[in-house]
């Protein structure tokens, strides 16, 4: 049985609802971006959501953690720990484009035990629970449920950026590219909503921190899927920015050899 209360899948959601309301009048329109250090594009939606959203769980759960991207951690030694971007994909944002999206994800003494991913502009929202079965809420429809491909030559392999990589991560990277079927960038956290979907097999990413990645452990995996390390193993806090996420579980082997070399 999930650890998990419905009261924190309801404060998930409606956190993203929140942030929703903040981000949408903003979409598309004049925005001053300033530039952070690590030259992402920062935007007042950024911020403002994240503000929204940290206000709703401080209220709700005062003894939780709360860790995000643009205001950094506050008790992230607490059993709970809420770990927020609220926009993922800051540069698909500012170009226009309806490829990012809200991650809201919670850990249980540093395992990610509930995900939300929510793409505010075309209203699409994935939220996993562990144990659970993905949900998936789209004016599309669509079910969450990753589709069989055993094998890295037949699969779709998507990244957000050939640039995330550091030198030494290239290789393995090109390995893998080499040996899928086919590779389409651009993305983000919308990638692996994709794979959850059954619509793309292998998302290999690098330079991922925390709140890149622990909103999409869940909804993965409640789908079939699993998101670990390059080296295989589960992602934790400590974790060295190396995201490996696949459809079916019998390609992770194989995608961890091409990987390691």
């Known amino acids: 049985m999930s650890a998990v209360e419905p009261a924190f899948v309801a404060a998930a959601e409606a956190a993203a609802d929140l942030a929703g309301q903040v981000i949408r009048p903003l979409f598309r329109s004049p925005l001053l971006v300033e530039a ?16 929204a959203i940290r206000a709703l769980l401080r209220e709700r759960f005062p003894e939780h953690g ?8 506050e008790r992230p030694e607490a059993e709970w720990l809420w770990v927020l971007d609220p926009i993922d994909g800051t540069r698909a944002f500012v170009t226009g484009r309806p490829l990012f999206g809200t991650l809201i994800g919670l850990l249980h003494r540093g395992r990610p035990v509930l995900g939300l991913i929510d793409q505010p502009g075309i209203g699409e929202r994935w939220i996993g629970v562990e144990g659970e079965p993905t949900r998936f809420r789209s004016p599309l429809g669509g ?11 037949n699969a779709e ?4 950026s050939p640039d995330m990589f550091e030198p030494e991560d290239r290789p393995g990277f090109e390995r893998l590219r080499a040996a899928a079927r086919r590779v389409t960038w651009g993305g983000d956290c919308y990638a692996y909503g994709l794979l959850a979907l059954g619509l793309v097999d292998v998302v290999c990413e690098s330079t991922m921190k925390p709140w890149d990645w622990a909103a999409l452990v869940p909804v993965v995996a409640g789908a079939g899927g699993r998101v670990t390390g390059w080296d295989g193993r589960p992602l934790t806090l400590g974790s060295d920015g190396r995201v490996l996420a696949v459809g079916d579980p019998a390609l992770l082997e194989e995608a961890v050899g091409l990987l390691g070399g």
Do not use: F, N
């Open 157 to 160: 392999l998507s990244c957000t």
């Open 66 to 73: 709360i860790w995000g991207e643009e205001y950094g951690p």
């Open 143 to 153: 079910t969450a449920r990753c589709r069989p491909c055993p094998a890295v030559g």
């Open 36 to 51: 952070k250090g690590d030259a992402s594009p920062v935007t007042e939606a950024d911020r403002q959501a994240e503000l």
